[in-house]
């Protein structure tokens, strides 16, 4: 991947609600992973999901999922019943495939959760 | 398992001072990578080794910056001759193969402050 555009800078959600983080990104490669990473305020990096681009079959880790348009580049993440814990900065990043590994992070959405 | 660990966690120092950031990977992960966070930026790719070899470095940012991974465990980052253009965050992240797409562990960072 050579770009990753997150076009939400910031998100708020209801807690127990469900939110949609967007991510579009551009690559040559076919294969490839892509994650979700969420780093909390202070603290440290931390996966949410990930997915390979191979499979069509959408990623889901307990209450969240991904929705992944592999011919349209986009790869979203949605959050049920969105918790106080999960605010926090969100990144989106496909690694550079082939060999290497690198991740390509966007710019992030940051989420809040309104009690 | 301990976790990927970074020290320090802070370092301020003058202008055209040379500073070292050492990162120890979890204990039998064979990907080192290195990134810069910079505010309100997503993570940005800086170089990484597979064991003891570093298998890309033409991301790093300019010859100032080298790193090392001598034995295949921890990795050192140093700055030449700092600038405030280097203050930001730097991330260490660790894999345990040589798969491009495992998911990677990130440590805590280091945060640099150049006066």
């Known amino acids: 991947a050579q770009t990753v555009t997150q076009s939400q800078p910031e998100m708020s959600v209801q807690e127990a609600e469900t939110v949609t983080l967007s991510c579009t990104y551009d690559t040559s490669e076919s294969d490839y992973y892509l994650f979700w990473y969420k780093q909390p305020p202070s603290r440290q990096m931390i996966l949410v999901i990930r997915?390979?681009?191979?499979?069509?079959q959408n990623a889901t880790e307990n209450r969240f999922s991904v929705n992944f348009q592999k011919a349209a580049k986009s790869f979203s993440l949605k959050i049920s019943d969105s918790q106080l814990g999960d605010a926090a900065m969100y990144f989106c990043a496909p690694n550079q495939g082939g060999s290497q590994g690198n991740l390509i992070f966007g710019k992030g959405t940051k989420l809040s959760v309104k009690p | 398992d301990t976790g990927v660990s970074q020290n320090p966690r802070h370092k301020i120092t003058k202008r055209g001072q040379n500073v070292t950031f050492r990162c120890d990977p979890i204990?039998?992960?064979?990907?080192l990578y290195w990134y810069r966070q910079t505010l309100g930026q997503g993570p940005e790719f800086l170089t990484y080794f597979q064991n003891e070899a570093q298998l890309e470095k033409s991301r790093l940012l300019s010859d100032r910056f080298s790193a090392e991974r001598p034995k295949g465990s921890f990795s050192t980052l140093e700055i030449q001759r700092t600038e405030q253009g280097d203050s930001a965050m730097y991330l260490c992240?660790?894999?345990?193969?040589?798969?491009?797409?495992?998911?990677?562990?990130f440590g805590p960072g280091t945060r640099l402050l150049v006066l």
């Open positions: 997915q390979e681009a191979y499979k069509q």
């Open positions: 204990s039998e992960h064979n990907r």
């Open positions: 992240a660790s894999s345990v193969s040589g798969r491009a797409g495992e998911t990677q562990y």
